[in-house]
Nanobody
Framework: QVQLVESGGGLVQAGGSLRLSCAAS????????MGWYRQAPGKGRELVAS???????TYEDSVKGRFTISRDNAKNTASLQMNSLKPEDTAVYYC???????????????WGQGTQVTVSS
């Protein structure tokens, strides 16, 4: 089994910064993709940023230039640096990982428990 643990959420004023961290542990052979999603009240879960093991990244349009995703493949961790935060960034942020648990086996996705980010105006 694989566990993802997030940390770093909190309350910040508009224009401020937060850094989220995600640590994956358990039976891990490799992690293809690590990403951050968010879900605001009354809305669906959306992709914020993701990073492949080869360094390719994707970002949701509204966070481009403000958020930066990074990974440490050796430590199975990912971070999301969030700058210039806006009230509309308020949401629960979830870490997701696409994991291969052993060579030749299928990939599975795992989710963290979520961390609240609240941006006040």
């Amino acid at each position: 089994q694989v566990q993802l643990v997030e940390s770093g959420g909190g309350l910040v004023q508009a224009g401020g910064s937060l850094r989220l961290s995600c640590a994956a542990s358990g039976s891990i052979f490799s992690i293809n993709v690590m990403g951050w999603y968010r879900q605001a009240p009354g809305k669906g879960r959306e992709l914020v940023a993701s990073m492949y093991s080869d360094g390719r990244t994707t970002y949701e349009d509204s966070v481009k230039g403000r958020f930066t995703i990074s990974r440490d493949n050796a430590k199975n961790t990912a971070s999301l640096q969030m700058n210039s935060l806006k009230p509309e960034d308020t949401a629960v942020y979830y870490c997701k990982a696409i994991v291969t648990i052993s060579a030749g086996r299928p990939q599975y996705q795992y989710w963290g428990q979520g961390t609240q980010v609240t941006v006040s105006s």
